[in-house]
């Protein structure tokens, strides 16, 4: 009677505690994160811009439910992420999630709203069919509204949710240079990159020629393919910007190369010879990559005219980056036309990083050259290896403030174009483009989290000793346990039985 007694004290005591820590848990939030980058843990921006909060964000996810495992997970990763947003922030962000193929008028309203469905796969009675679905958000801070349409298995999402909350609640963003005055890109031509600013910061067009200008204001001065040259006095502005502890994005061409003609000219507007005086040298050649992109070139086979690819080594295709925040997480990045570029300073107050560099068989060639495209590259053509495309000086480059410049060889590679010349950017140029302005400009943080994406990491590429280690770690290691516990009670009954049976127990 007393064994039934003790036994129900100890379900009740349990069943309390357990209902005890599910109240508890309302009231507080604990989640410990185990990952190796620390993708369930918001950053200390995301932090910072929530307790910043002022009213109510409300996040309206639109999720079908219907929908193949992998996305069914994005689903799950999505409204844990909002479920840290709503503790962190004090009950300031508030979600919903809600099924548009449950009906004709919700999913009427996700698309008025601007989430649109992708197509995907799913299998049923062992065929394939495409279904829709949706997989976006849309915010709403008071009257302004934010919409995320699509959400990428494996995306940041931190960084969209975060990035979203602060346009919509920034009170003054700020400030950047778009250089003009020397036949450089202008924002139109360059629509992509300056939607993607726009998130963050005002982009003003300013003339250096304008006397009245005030250049404190700005947090970086972007230069862009400048075509004519800069006067003295205006490369002394220049240095007056950078001396105030300012920032410079200079993505520059030394050569040119002319797809009409087929041929190859240096490039010079002063702005070569500013650089080269503070240790930065972009050279007057052509950098040729055997991992390279591809020219459509017209060929003809008897009576037919076809078009065929032909590999280009002039169009380097970049896959090796710093860490540095400007080029973590990049994967592959396509110049035209770059230059390599060397450090000559000795002066220790500044230093040179190489944010993006070539593939082991490179090469230089200089101008004036006329390009053959049908040319049969040999592995001799390729004798240089990790020659630097871009890099980043920083330190006192002019008098005692700290300053920096990312220098790119290419001032092609983030204009996208407009009109009918317009065309889609290669994905990594533009966030190398907003990373590199980001890291130079944004002082919250958020540029780390653009790279903060869930990775996979398939079995399959793992060496077969730390496979199989992993494979019987995760079999043994439970039995293990129980085991472990088993002899531990076993043992500890054994003593005690033998303590009871002592004549001197008491």
């Known amino acids: 009677m007393k064994n039934k007694k003790s036994i129900l004290t100890y379900l009740l005591l349990v069943a309390g505690i357990i209902v005890f820590i599910n109240i508890m848990s309302d009231s507080f939030f604990l ?56 503790n962190r922030s004090n009950g300031k962000v508030m979600f919903e999630f809600i099924n548009p193929n449950k009906d ?67 009170e003054n963003k700020p400030k950047l240079a778009l250089l003009t005055g020397h036949g450089e890109a202008t924002m139109n031509s360059m629509g992509q990159v300056m939607q993607s600013l726009s998130v963050l910061y ?109 590999r280009f080594p002039y169009l380097p295709l970049i ?66 290896s990790n020659l630097t495309v871009a890099g980043v000086l920083s330190g006192k480059i002019v008098g005692t403030a700290t300053s920096k410049i990312i220098v790119v060889s290419d001032g092609d590679f983030p204009i996208n174009g407009e009109g009918n010349e317009a065309r889609q950017l290669q994905p990594d140029n533009l966030n190398f483009m907003v990373n590199g302005i980001d890291w130079l400009s944004d002082d919250t943080g958020l540029i780390d989290l653009r790279s903060k994406e869930v990775n996979s990491r398939p079995l399959d590429q793992m060496e077969d000793g730390k496979k199989a280690l992993l494979k019987y770690l995760n079999f043994l290691l439970p039995l293990l346990l129980i085991l472990g516990y088993g002899l531990f009670r076993w043992q500890y009954r054994r003593n005690l039985r033998m303590k009871r049976m002592n004549e001197n127990y008491i």
């Open 319 to 384: 896959t090796k980056f710093s860490t540095e925040p400007a080029t973590k997480g990049l994967s592959a990045l396509l110049l035209q036309f770059p230059s390599s570029i060397d450090f000559l300073s000795t002066n220790r107050d500044v230093s040179f990083t190489a944010l993006a560099s070539t593939s082991d068989q490179a090469g230089t060639e200089n101008p004036p050259l006329r390009f053959d495209v049908n040319r049969n590259w040999q592995p001799q053509d390729f004798p240089l």
């Open 31 to 86: 989640r410990l994160d185990f990952t190796a980058d620390k993708r369930y843990t918001l950053s200390q921006p995301t932090k910072e811009i929530l307790h910043s909060l002022k009213q109510v964000v409300t996040v309206t996810a639109y999720f079908s439910e219907e929908i193949p495992p992998d996305f069914l997970k994005v689903r799950r990763d999505f409204k844990e992420l909002l479920i840290e947003y709503n």
């Open 104 to 170: 004709n008028e919700t999913e009427q309203k996700a698309l008025t709203e601007g989430v649109n469905p992708v197509m995907i796969n799913m299998r049923d009675k062992d065929q394939v069919k495409q279904q829709k679905a949706y997989m976006g958000a849309v915010l709403h801070f008071g009257d302004k509204k934010e919409v995320i349409p699509f959400i990428q298995p494996g995306a940041a999402m931190e960084y969209s949710l975060s990035t979203s909350i602060k346009k919509m609640t920034a």
């Open 202 to 310: 005002d982009v003003e067009p300013v003339d250096l020629r304008d006397a009245a200008i005030n250049l404190d204001k700005y947090k970086t001065m972007v230069i862009v393919n400048p075509k004519d040259t800069f006067p003295e006095d205006q490369l002394n502005k220049l240095d007056q910007y950078l001396a105030a502890g300012k920032n410079i994005f200079i993505a520059m061409n030394r050569v040119d190369g002319d797809f009409r003609t087929l041929t190859g000219a240096v490039v010079g507007t002063g702005l070569e010879a500013w650089l080269e005086k503070k240790g930065v040298r972009v050279n007057p050649n052509f950098v040729v990559d055997q991992n390279c992109g591809s020219v459509t070139v017209n060929q003809q086979q008897g009576f037919m005219n076809f078009q065929t690819a032909v």
